[in-house]
């Protein structure tokens, strides 16, 4: 068993090549968020990205986790990274028993800017970048879907 008090981990989700009503969105841009509802870094916050695009705002809400002792230190790590992207910090509180999985759920929803009505893409592209392990004692992995 590796005792750890806390586990930061980073990873940048970046949205490239976005496609919407038939025009080409170069990429997104995720800066600056504000909490919009719940409480910061708890299941059911929600945060407003504005102008994740021109005239696009992206919502991004923290949907679950796998247990009370996973904390989100932060929504988006500005210090570190790419600062377009979206890189929530995640820890753990505790010890993390031997091959234990933790987990962060968040949902991302596209408004036109400053409202809640949802924008439509036909598709868009999608990659994680800097997950960040040791290989034996801590791995990392993204699901997208």
Known sequence: MKTMKKI???F??????M????????????????????TAGQTGASYRFSNAAA?????????????S???????DKTSAGWDKAFQPELGFNGTVAANQNW????SIQFV?????SPVSFSSFVAAAFDLVGDGPC?????YMR
């Open 112 to 116: 036109a800017a400053g409202s809640t």
């Open 19 to 38: 496609f919407a009503f038939g025009q080409s969105i170069p990429e997104l841009s995720f800066r600056n968020p504000v909490l919009v509802s719940g």
């Open 69 to 75: 002792t996973v904390v989100v230190n932060n929504i």
């Open 8 to 10: 930061f981990t980073l």
């Open 55 to 67: 005239g696009i705002d992206a919502l991004v809400t923290i949907s679950n986790k796998s247990a």
């Open 103 to 106: 987990w962060v759920e968040f």
């Open 12 to 17: 940048t989700v970046l949205f490239a090549s």
């Open 138 to 142: 801590l791995r990392e992995w993204d």
